[in-house]
C-alpha cells in the first residue's frame, strides 16, 4: 500500500508538473499573421512551408494586433484611423470595423478571452468591448490638463494575468491609471515623473513593473518602477544607467520564464532612436547586475518559448541579438533584412524558429535558431509591422507565464 501511495504521489506530482509546464507557451495558431501598415492588408503565412497564402483588408496603417485565447479571431488597431478590423482567424476574411476613437493604437484581449480593450495615441480614452459580439461595453475617458502635450496620449496597455485589472497611461499628465475589468472604474491612479510606456504585470498578480520613458531635456533617466497591487503603492524605483550621450527613452521590458530576472530596453525617441542599453535586473535583489549593448533603437527583449533565449529587436537597424536569459550574454547578432526596423519576432512552439519583420523592407524572416541564421525572407506587404502566432497580453511573451512561479 505505501508503495502504491508513492507511486500515486509521484504519478500525481508528474502530472501537475506536466500540465503547469505545458502552460509556458500558449497554443500556437496554425497559421503566422502580419499586419502591413501601408497595404493595409493583414497577410497569412503557413509555416509549415514558410510562404504567404493569402491577405485580407484592414484599416488604414494598422500596425498592431492581438489574437485571442482561442485563436479565434484577430483585432487590429488602426493606428492612423479611428478603428479596429476584426478578423476571422479561421477563414481569414475581414469580419467588420468597430469606430472606438481617434488614432487606435493596441487592442489587447484578456487572458480569460472574455473582452477586448482598445486604447489610443489621439485621446486618452480605452473602450472595452465583449470579445464574443464585439459590443461596446465601457468607456474610459479622461481630459488632459497638459494641453501642451505633443505627440501620443496613450500607448500599451496590459492586464494582470486573472483579468481582474487593467493599465492605461495619460502621457500628457505623466498618470498612469489601474482600471477594474469589466467596469472601467479607476482603482487607482499612479503618479510618474515622465511618461509610462509599458506595463509588466508579474504572474502571481501581485506586483506590475512600469516602464518610465525618462526624459533627456529634463535629465530624467528611463526607470523601472515596481508597484504593489494590494496597496497600489510603489516599492522601488530602479533608474537605467545609460552611455555618455545616449539618447533617452525607456520602452518595452519583460521578465525571463523563471521569475529570476527583467530585462529592460532604452530604446531612444523616434526616428533617430539612439538608445542601445539593456539592463538586467536581479528581481529578488531588484537591482541591475548587467547591461548590454544592443543595435541602434533597441526596443523589445522578447522571450523564447523555452525560455533559454531573450532576442532583442530594435527600431533603427536590422540587427537583432540573441541572448543567454540566464547569463545575460550576448551569444550573437544577426542580420536581419537590409532596412532599418526590425521590431518584432515571434518562434515556434518548440523555439527551433523564429520569424521577424522588417517594416523597411515589408518581409518576413525566416530564423533557423539553432544555427542562428537567416534563411528565408517573405514579402508581406509595405510596412511589414507585428507578427504573432499566439495570445499575448505583452508583446514579448510567447503565450502565457509558467503558472505560480511568484517573484
Request: net charge positive; glycine share 8%.
Amino acid at each position: 500500500m505505501k508503495n502504491n501511495s508513492r507511486l500515486f504521489r509521484f504519478l500525481l506530482i508528474a502530472f501537475i508538473v506536466i500540465s503547469l509546464s505545458s502552460l509556458v507557451y500558449a497554443a500556437v495558431a496554425k497559421w503566422i499573421f502580419v499586419p502591413n501598415a501601408a497595404s493595409k492588408t493583414l497577410s497569412f503565412i503557413d509555416p509549415q512551408k514558410d510562404m504567404v497564402i493569402g491577405h485580407c483588408e484592414t484599416g488604414p496603417t494598422g500596425w498592431l494586433a492581438c489574437l485571442t485565447p482561442d485563436l479565434k479571431k484577430i483585432y487590429v488597431g488602426e493606428n492612423g484611423g479611428d478603428s479596429v478590423t476584426v478578423v476571422d482567424a479561421m477563414t481569414h476574411k475581414t469580419l467588420k470595423h468597430i469606430k472606438t476613437g481617434k488614432n487606435v493604437k493596441h487592442p489587447l484581449v484578456t487572458p480569460d478571452g472574455k473582452y477586448v480593450l482598445i486604447n489610443h495615441t489621439g485621446e486618452v480614452k480605452a473602450v472595452l468591448l465583449d470579445a464574443k459580439t464585439d459590443k461596446e461595453l465601457k468607456t474610459f475617458a479622461v481630459d488632459h490638463a497638459n494641453k501642451e502635450q505633443k505627440g501620443p496620449l496613450m500607448m500599451h496597455s496590459a492586464f494582470t494575468w486573472d483579468s481582474k485589472y487593467a493599465f492605461v497611461q495619460n502621457y500628457a499628465d505623466k498618470k498612469s491609471y489601474v482600471l477594474n475589468i469589466p467596469s472601467l472604474e479607476v482603482a487607482a491612479t499612479i503618479d510618474g515623473d515622465s511618461p509610462a510606456h509599458y506595463f509588466i504585470p508579474t504572474p502571481d498578480n501581485k506586483q506590475v513593473w512600469i516602464v518610465y520613458e525618462g526624459n533627456d531635456a529634463a535629465k530624467i533617466k528611463p526607470s523601472v518602477s515596481i508597484v504593489d497591487l494590494t496597496t497600489f503603492k510603489e516599492i522601488k524605483k530602479i533608474e537605467i544607467p545609460t552611455a555618455e550621450g545616449e539618447a533617452i527613452e525607456g520602452h518595452h521590458g519583460i521578465f525571463t520564464l523563471d521569475g529570476k530576472y527583467f530585462y529592460f530596453c532604452n530604446r531612444g525617441p523616434g526616428p533617430k532612436f539612439g538608445g542601445s542599453t539593456v539592463a538586467v535586473i536581479d528581481v529578488a535583489q531588484q537591482k541591475i547586475i548587467r547591461t548590454i549593448k544592443g543595435a541602434n533603437g533597441v526596443g523589445h527583449p522578447y522571450l523564447t518559448p523555452d525560455g533559454k533565449y531573450v532576442v532583442l529587436t530594435p527600431y533603427g537597424s536590422n540587427v537583432i541579438s540573441i541572448v543567454d536569459a540566464k547569463t545575460g550574454l550576448k551569444l550573437k547578432d544577426i542580420a536581419v533584412g537590409n532596412g532599418n526596423h526590425v521590431g518584432h519576432i515571434v518562434f515556434s512552439a518548440d523555439s527551433k524558429k523564429a520569424y521577424a519583420t522588417n517594416a523597411s523592407d515589408g518581409a518576413l524572416y525566416v530564423i533557423d535558431m539553432q544555427t542562428r541564421e537567416v534563411v528565408k525572407g517573405i514579402p508581406t506587404g509595405d510596412k511589414a509591422a507585428q507578427v504573432i502566432n499566439t495570445y499575448t497580453n505583452l508583446f514579448e511573451v510567447p503565450g502565457v507565464y509558467k503558472s505560480g512561479h511568484g517573484h
